[in-house]
């Protein structure tokens, strides 16, 4: 079976990315913002393996039309607790509600949505 092709990325989201989200992340690596994930886990005391901030987490992912560049969206992570997030949403909701992860119908669902990016 053939592999389909990756489309490529839109003109519109590479000046997005390249403008807005890449600088974002570099900044925050630069003014020495930790991942801020991994402390709320371990207030649960379950065991992190941080290695600071990598990445930013989507509280409404973007497969859900979350927005990438609303900080009202993003929370600077490392991979492992993005990770763990992903693997385990119904624990991080019993933990901290909308904090983490949004879902439709929650209170902060549009606000956080990429229609809001314009």
Do not use: Y
């Amino acid at each position: 079976m053939k592999g389909r092709q990756l489309r490529s990325r839109s003109q519109k989201r590479s000046a997005m990315m390249k403008e807005v989200r890449i600088p974002l992340i570099r900044s925050l690596i630069q003014s020495g913002v930790g991942c801020l994930i991994c402390p709320l886990l371990e207030d649960e005391s379950i065991s992190t393996n941080c290695a600071g901030i990598q990445g930013l987490h989507e509280r409404r992912k973007r497969s859900a039309g979350g927005s990438l560049i609303n900080p009202l969206n993003l929370i600077p992570a490392c991979n492992w607790s993005n990770g763990f997030i992903e693997d385990n949403p119904k624990l991080i909701r019993d933990l901290f509600g909308q904090v983490l992860v949004v879902r439709e119908g929650d209170e902060d669902w549009e606000q956080l949505g990429s229609r809001n990016d314009r």
